[in-house]
C-alpha cells in the first residue's frame, strides 16, 4: 500500500506544482494543497505513517542541505547584522502578542508564556523552496532570512529550556546551552578541518559514486548531531551542506543530492505536511484559529519585518523577508508536542494550533512572491 501511496505522491505533486505555477504561484503551494486533498481530510487516498513520516523527513534535511550548498559564505558573514536584527524582531512581537493572547484565552501565565514562545518559532524549509524558485536564495534577502532563522531557532529553544525549567520540565538549562554551544563550536571545526579531508579520502575508495555518499553522509551525521543536542536537524544539514560549498567538490555533489532529492523525497516533504492534516472536529474552535492565524501571520510579518527595516532594505524586500519567516512548519509541531505533553497546552488549544501552524505555511509561498515580485518590478522600472 506504501508503494502505491509513494506513486500517487509523487504524480500528484509534479502535477499540482505545475499547476500552481500556471496559475502564477510558487510550486510548492500547489504541492502543500494536493496534500489537503489527498489526506484524510478530503479523498483518503493517502495517510500517515511512520515510513512516510521518515521519508518527509529526509526531504527536509535535503532541502535545507541543498540551501546550503548554494549559500555563499562570505555574504552570508556579511548578513549577521541584518539577521540577528530580523532574527530577534520576528521573536519578540510574536513572543508578547501570544503571551497576551494566552490571557485572554483564560490561560495561565507559564502556559502564556509558552503560547508566545511556540508563535515565535520559525521554520524556513518552505521558504527557501519559494526563495530558490524566485531567484532569490544567493540574495542578500535570502541570506539574511537564512541567518535569522538560525538564530531563531537557537534562542526560542533556549528560551524554551528556561521556561521548562521554571514550569518544572525535567530540564537543566546549563546543560542545555553547553550542549548547543558545543554543537555549533564542532560543527564549525568539522567543517572548516575534516569535511575536505574527508570527502577527498572517500572519493578515492574503488565503488562508484563516492562524492555523493561522502555528502549524503556529512549531511545525515551533522542533522543527526543537531537534533541530538537540541538543535533541529535541519539547522545541521544546512551547516552541512555550507561545509561542502567551500570545497571542490560543491557543483557535484549539487547537481547529484538534486536529483535525488526533487525526483522523490522532497516532494514527499511537501505532500505530507498536507496530509497530516485533519478538520475533523475543528469546527467549535473557528474563532480561536482564527484569532491565532490572524497572531500568527502578523507578528511575524511585522516583527521581522521591521528587524529588517532597520538593517537597510526596503520596505517591500522587508515585507518579503518578514513573510518568509511567517511559516512556523515542523520546528512549532514539536513545540506543541512538548506542550500537549508537558500540560501547557490543553488538547482543543494543541489541535487549533496544529491547523494555525498548517495555514502559515499554506500562506508563506504567495505572499513572499507578492512582496519580492513586487520589488523587483520597481527595481526594473527605476533601471528603465
Not at 502578542?97 to 502556559?111: K, T
Not at 538564530?151 to 526560542?156: A, P, Q, Y
Request: charged content about 10%; some cysteine.
Amino acid at each position: 500500500m506504501l508503494i502505491l501511496q509513494l506513486a500517487i505522491i509523487l504524480i500528484a505533486s509534479k502535477v499540482a506544482g505545475s499547476l500552481s505555477v500556471r496559475f502564477g504561484q510558487p510550486s510548492v503551494l500547489g504541492k502543500l494543497l494536493v496534500g489537503i486533498i489527498l489526506g484524510p481530510s478530503v479523498l483518503g487516498l493517502v495517510t500517515e505513517s511512520a515510513t512516510l513520516t521518515e521519508l518527509s523527513t529526509i526531504g527536509v534535511i535535503l532541502l535545507m542541505f541543498i540551501a546550503g550548498l548554494e549559500t555563499d559564505l562570505q555574504d552570508f558573514k556579511k548578513s549577521g547584522i541584518a539577521a540577528t536584527l530580523v532574527g530577534f524582531g520576528g521573536i519578540i512581537l510574536p513572543l508578547v502578542g501570544g503571551y497576551f493572547i494566552g490571557g485572554m484565552f483564560g490561560l495561565n501565565s507559564f502556559e502564556s508564556w509558552f503560547l508566545g514562545l511556540l508563535l515565535s518559532a520559525t521554520s524556513v524549509s518552505i521558504s527557501v523552496q519559494a526563495l530558490k524558485e524566485l531567484n532569490q536564495l544567493q540574495t542578500r534577502e535570502g541570506m539574511t532570512i537564512m541567518g535569522a532563522a538560525v538564530i531563531d531557532d537557537v534562542v526560542v529553544i533556549i528560551a524554551l529550556a528556561f521556561l521548562m525549567s521554571f514550569a518544572g520540565g525535567d530540564v537543566n538549562l546549563t546543560t542545555m546551552i553547553l550542549k548547543k554551544v558545543l554543537f555549533f563550536a564542532g560543527a564549525i571545526l568539522v567543517g572548516w578541518k575534516i569535511v575536505p579531508v574527508f570527502m577527498r579520502r572517500f572519493e578515492s575508495l574503488k565503488v562508484s559514486q563516492t562524492v555523493i555518499t561522502a555528502a549524503l553522509i556529512i549531511c545525515f551525521v551533522f542533522a543527526y548531531l543537531a537534533e541530538y543536542t537540541g538543535v533541529a536537524a535541519i539547522i545541521g544539514a544546512y551547516i552541512a551542506g555550507i561545509a561542502i560549498s567551500v570545497t571542490n567538490f560543491k557543483d557535484e555533489v549539487h547537481d547529484k543530492v538534486e536529483t535525488i532529492s526533487y525526483s522523490i523525497f522532497v516532494p514527499i516533504f511537501f505532500t505530507s505536511i498536507g496530509v497530516s492534516a485533519d478538520f475533523g472536529g475543528l469546527k467549535g474552535h473557528l474563532w480561536m484559529i482564527t484569532v491565532l492565524t490572524i497572531l500568527a501571520v502578523l507578528t511575524k510579518l511585522v516583527g521581522a519585518g521591521l528587524g529588517a527595516k532597520l538593517s537597510g532594505f526596503g520596505w517591500n524586500s522587508s515585507l518579503g523577508i518578514g513573510s518568509a519567516m511567517v511559516s512556523r512548519g515542523e520546528v512549532a509541531l514539536i513545540i506543541a508536542a512538548i506542550g500537549l505533553n508537558t500540560k501547557l497546552l490543553a488538547q482543543d488549544l494543541f489541535a487549533a494550533l496544529v491547523v494555525v501552524i498548517l495555514i502559515t505555511t499554506i500562506v508563506t509561498p504567495p505572499m513572499m512572491k507578492i512582496f519580492f515580485n513586487r520589488g523587483d518590478k520597481k527595481a526594473g522600472s527605476a533601471t528603465v
